[in-house]
Structures are given as C-alpha cells and as structure tokens.
C-alpha cells in the first residue's frame, strides 16, 4: 500500500468559504475515485504553522496513478492547491518538502476510525545504527504506553516520487522519515504527552535527550480522527 | 482535445503586464510542459471595471494533462512566473472544458 499525507498552510486572508470547499473536495473525493481509501480530512492542533492534513491511502502504485489521472484531481482538488491556479488559498509551505509525504507499507498498519492522530515528520541523520536504535524506540511506544493504539515508523519515499508513488524524480526529502500514531482520545494523547515517558521527555525536550542524536528536526502535528 | 480556461481578475492599471507575463513567461513554460497555447482575451480596461483576462490551454487528455502537470511543476520558472501573476490578480476561476461535438473548435 501507499500512505500519503498532504499538509497545508492557508494563505493568509484565504476565505473561510474556499478553505470549507477544499476540505470538502478531500472528503468528497473517495466518492469519485474509490481508489482513495481510509481518506482523512484534519484540522491541525499542534503549534506548527500547518492548518490542514489530508491523509489517505492507496492499495497500490497503480490505484494511486489512477487517482492521478482522474478528472476530480485535475478539476476539483487542484483547483485550491496549484501555485498558478486563480483560486489558490493555501500558501508555500514552512516545512518546505513536507507538503506531501508518505511511505510504502504491507497492509493499513495506520488505520484507526476514531481518535487522535499524532504525526511527526523527521529529519534523521548520523550513523545507520544511530537512526535504527531511534526508529526502533519510536516504533515500540504502542507496546508500552497505555492509550497508544499503534506507533509506525516509516521512511518518507513518497514525496520525492510523488507521480507514480515509487519513482523518485526529486532530491532526497528534508523530511527523511515519518512517525504516526493513533491515540484512543484527545485525552490520552494529553497524558502521553504531559507524561514522563523516555519519548515524550525527549519531545518535549525538542528532541536533545540521550538516543535522540539522529534528529536534526521535527514537527508535530496532531488532530481528530472520526470516520 | 480539452481545454484548461484561466480567468483572472485585475485591476485596469495591471492588466497590460499581466498579460505580458502570460506572453513572456507563462507561455514557454507550458508550452515546454506540453499544453497547447489556444489564447489570451481581455475585457476592455476603458470601461471603469476589473479587467478580466482569459488564458486557454489545450491538452489531449487527462493522462496527458498528468504529464503536463508533472514538467511544470517541475520547472523552476512556473514558480516564478505564478507568484508574479498572483500579485497582480484580484481574483478568477480556473475551470477545465470539455468541447461539444458541434464546436468548430474541438
């Protein structure tokens, strides 16, 4: 499968009508290209200059390049997004490349139906080893952390391979790997957060603790689930 | 054939350099992207109104409009050449067309 997000910064003085039209668009858009699945429309709750994450999946390189060639694509959805369209509300994005992320996976190891999604986007560095021992700790929280329904480490093939989903035609992303979770409720995502756990004293440390030395840089974003 | 129809809104004063852009700038771009340059129209600036400027481009289909889509927005000029016409527009649709079977202009 590919995982996809796209995440955006509206423009400033976007109108709220055309911003409630895109977030329709992706949420519409399913019923046009059923390819699309477990399609996700956010409202970003985090700190970080992003509005609005779209997040969905396809079953495979060739579902996603039907998507892409669909006239809901071309008509609707970039009708909001592309740099000359007349009715562009959202802006160039702060996290530069990370407009559009993803990665390729086995089966939906994301999918939740109702919760809080918390996503980070990484940029890793340093040794092999560094980076594994890292993503490994990531990728276990779901084992040890009460309230965390799963913690999936990935990655970012996507945004550099955006045409066809496996293909890069761009230089390597800022963004090297992605980290999402589901929280059961905005409730246990608080008291992860606020707790004392190794991973959310790192966080909340800007990620300077010991084991953290891959992390050149990272966002957070976090937002509601209902599906 | 299909036709992308660009319709900006802009003030009378601009609507010579916005169209000097579209001649200069935005039309080698899409040109080398692969999209037919059909036209540029405007309304009249003499007329105490916005001005409306009008851009079609052709395309053969939407796997070819993929394409398109792809050697723009991988050139470095589209980037450029947006953010001018941006600053000069006040508003404007983009809408894709589909000809009728009976439009001399299929």
């Given at each position: 499968?590919?995982?996809?997000?796209?995440?955006?910064?509206?423009?400033?003085?976007?109108?709220?009508?055309?911003?409630?039209?895109?977030?329709?668009?992706?949420?519409?858009?399913?019923?046009?290209?059923?390819e699309m699945l477990h399609s996700v429309v956010g409202k970003n709750l985090s700190d970080a200059r992003v509005q609005m994450v779209w997040e969905h999946a396809y079953e495979s390189p060739e579902a996603y390049q039907r998507y892409m060639v669909h006239p809901f694509h071309a008509n609707i959805l970039d009708r909001y997004l592309l740099n000359d369209c007349p009715e562009r509300i959202v802006a160039d994005s702060p996290l530069g490349d990370g407009t559009l992320v993803g990665y390729s996976c086995e089966?939906?190891?994301?999918?939740?139906?109702?919760?809080?999604?918390?996503?980070?986007?990484?940029?890793?560095?340093?040794?092999?080893?560094?980076?594994?021992?890292?993503?490994?700790?990531?990728?276990?929280?779901?084992?040890?952390?009460?309230?965390?329904?799963?913690?999936?480490?990935?990655?970012?093939?996507?945004?550099?391979?955006?045409?066809?989903?496996?293909?890069?035609?761009?230089?390597?992303?800022?963004?090297t790997h992605i980290w999402e979770l589901g929280f059961s409720s905005a409730e246990t995502y608080d008291a992860y957060q606020q707790g004392d756990s190794p991973l959310a004293r790192a966080e909340a440390s800007g990620w300077k603790e010991d084991g953290c030395d891959a992390v050149r840089q990272a966002v957070e974003l976090h937002y509601t689930v209902n599906l | 054939m299909a036709y992308v129809v660009d319709t900006a809104h802009v003030d009378p004063v601009d609507a010579q350099e916005y169209m000097r852009i579209v001649e200069t700038e935005a039309v080698p771009v899409m040109t080398a992207a692969g999209a037919g340059f059909v036209s540029c129209w405007g309304t009249s600036p003499e007329l105490g109104e916005e001005v409306w400027i009008e851009t079609v481009w052709s395309f053969a289909d939407h796997s070819e409009w993929n394409q398109i889509r792809k050697n723009m927005v991988l050139d470095p000029r589209w980037y450029q050449y947006s953010e001018k016409t941006a600053r000069l527009r006040t508003g404007g649709t983009r809408r894709f067309f589909y000809a009728a079977p009976f439009s001399p202009l299929a």
């Open positions: 499968m590919l995982r996809r997000f796209e995440i955006y910064t509206m423009s400033e003085g976007a109108a709220a009508e055309k911003e409630r039209a895109l977030e329709s668009a992706f949420r519409r858009c399913g019923d046009f290209i059923p089966g939906p190891v994301y999918f939740m139906d109702h919760g809080l999604r918390k996503v980070v986007l990484f940029g890793l560095e340093g040794t092999a080893e560094q980076q594994g021992s890292f993503v490994e700790a990531l990728r276990g929280l779901a084992t040890i952390q009460d309230g965390v329904t799963l913690s999936v480490v990935e990655p970012n093939t996507f945004g550099v391979a955006w045409f066809d989903g496996v293909t890069p035609i761009l230089p390597p992303s800022q963004w | -």
